[in-house]
């Protein structure tokens, strides 16, 4: 794919996997619109990127239907939409799940990605591509995730449907394990740290995942035109175990 003449946007792409998305799109020689919350968070985190790709970037609310639809007719025709939208809650043993916590981790992954979907269509090439960012937890029975198994298993379990209703743009998704990234950063000091080394130690690959590796696995997905309906297991093995 000749990335020069391919404009992407790229939403949660402040931080994370969303930015060594754009990141890498960007050394490709894309054109990426980078969309987060937070205008000045923004500006710091595309100030260095390298390549001869171009980045343009917008605040936005993801939530907010309306702001989506004005966003998508301002930026116009577009190839390819990547969805990286995320909250942090969702976790724990299911006995003592705080509910209410599970639902605002639906109302920060699974509406927002599927609203911006929806919202995105008008402007997305007809044959282009739309990926969303899942996680393995919609795939594995590890004690404690069944609220996040929950958001992520019910985007999965739209793709295939979506790439056949949409066709012939395609439709997948990347579902990462553990990647080194700030979303642990909530979690109390020391827990990402122990985490971390036993997955370095059970995990066939023998290390933590990057947020390079999930870009990679994006970048694959939009450029093989072979590919729909897909959900990309980029997780080390951890569904192995």
């Known amino acids: 794919m000749d990335w020069q003449d ?11 996997m969303g930015l060594a998305t754009v990141s890498r799109l960007k050394e490709a020689g894309a054109h990426i619109v980078a969309v987060g919350r937070d205008q000045s968070r923004l500006d710091r985190a595309l100030a260095g990127l390298q390549g001869p790709g171009r980045v343009a970037s917008e605040a936005l609310d993801c939530t907010d239907r309306a702001a989506l639809e004005r966003f998508f007719e301002r930026v116009g025709r577009i190839d390819h939409l990547v969805l990286t939208l995320s909250g942090g809650e969702g976790a724990g043993q299911f006995n003592e799940l705080d509910l209410t916590s599970l639902r605002r981790g639906f109302e920060a992954k699974f509406w927002p990605q599927l609203e911006a979907a929806q919202a995105g269509l008008p402007a997305l090439r007809r ?4 990926t969303f960012l899942t996680s393995i937890s919609a795939r594995i029975a590890n004690p404690g995730t069944a609220g996040l198994g929950a958001i992520n298993g019910a985007l999965e379990s739209m793709i295939g449907t979506l790439a056949r209703e949409l066709a012939p743009l395609r439709v997948n998704a990347v579902s990462p394990g553990v990647v080194d990234t700030a979303w642990w950063d909530r979690f109390p000091p020391g827990v990402k740290e122990d985490l971390f080394r036993q997955q370095a130690e059970t995990l066939p690959v023998r290390r933590v995942g990057h947020a390079q590796d999930i ?17 990309l297991e980029c997780d080390g093995g951890l569904r192995l175990l």
């Open 6 to 16: 391919q404009k992407v946007v790229v939403l949660g792409g402040s931080s994370g």
């Open 127 to 130: 044959d282009g591509s739309l």
């Open 215 to 231: 870009a990679h696995a994006l970048q694959f997905l939009m450029e093989n035109t072979f590919m729909t309906g897909a959900v």
